[in-house]
């Protein structure tokens, strides 16, 4: 099974500052009969289901504010969040759908300081 | 508007047997590959199992194989989870999910709680 490893488990930022958040696949993800990274991103707030955020690692699904951003090849994979809003407090997974089982990051829980 | 509604969750005691089931909307169903993800109580997601849009492939996670069965009945755009000799460990939010690769739109979850 891959494994994926998220960092850090929780994050405070200020309101209007950069957060950061790390996604690593314990093997590659990279499919290159298509070049892509099959690693998505999805953002989950209390009560709520997950909302996709970003796919083919740096695709933003449509409607997801542009602060909203990924990067990242291979293992190692980046969610930054440009300027971070109110609304942004949420815990934010990880998943990667390259293999069976697909498998989430733990989640990165992302607070105002 | 895409709506993924779940339903079937409830109690059921360790060794029982419960029926989820997804109602679909809002997209054509049957091009679309489903997955049910489940989340137990203050805890991360965990991916439960998938089928292919023409229930061709189906693959579980280890932790409910030969427990768990998923079907689709795409005349009535409708997803199920046949869930038996369910743990305490099943207890959790199951969400159902449509997904083209990855996953997209998710349903609001059904609760199933497993407890004597």
């Known amino acids: 099974d891959i494994v994926m490893t998220q960092s850090p488990d929780s994050l405070a930022v200020s309101l209007g500052e950069r957060a950061t958040i790390s996604c690593k696949s314990s093997?590659?993800?990279?499919?290159?009969?298509?070049?892509?990274?099959?690693l998505a991103w999805y953002q989950q707030k209390p009560g709520q289901p997950p909302k996709l955020l970003i796919y083919w690692a740096s695709t933003r699904e449509s409607g997801v504010p542009d602060r909203f951003s990924g990067s990242g090849s291979g293992t190692d994979f980046t969610l930054t969040i440009s300027s971070l809003q109110a609304e942004d407090v949420a815990v934010y997974y990880c998943l990667q759908y390259y293999g069976v089982p697909r498998t989430f990051g733990q989640g990165t829980n992302v607070e105002i300081k | 508007e895409v709506k993924l509604v779940e339903s079937g969750g409830g109690w059921v005691q360790p060794g029982g047997s419960l029926r989820l089931s997804c109602a679909a909307s809002?997209?054509?169903?049957?091009?679309?590959?489903m997955d049910w993800v489940r989340q137990a109580p203050g805890k991360g997601l965990e991916w439960v199992s998938y089928i292919s849009s023409s229930s061709s492939d189906i693959y579980y996670a280890d932790s409910v194989k030969g427990r768990f069965t998923i079907s689709r009945d795409s005349a009535k755009n409708s997803l199920f989870l046949q869930m038996n000799s369910l743990r305490d460990e099943d207890t959790a939010v199951y969400f159902c999910?449509?997904?083209?690769?990855?996953?997209?739109?998710w349903g609001q979850g059904t609760l199933v709680t497993v407890s004597s």
């Open positions: 999910a449509s997904s083209s690769g990855h996953i997209k739109d």
């Open positions: 093997q590659s993800v990279l499919y290159s009969s298509n070049n892509k990274n099959w």
């Open positions: 809002g997209f054509t169903f049957s091009s679309y590959n």
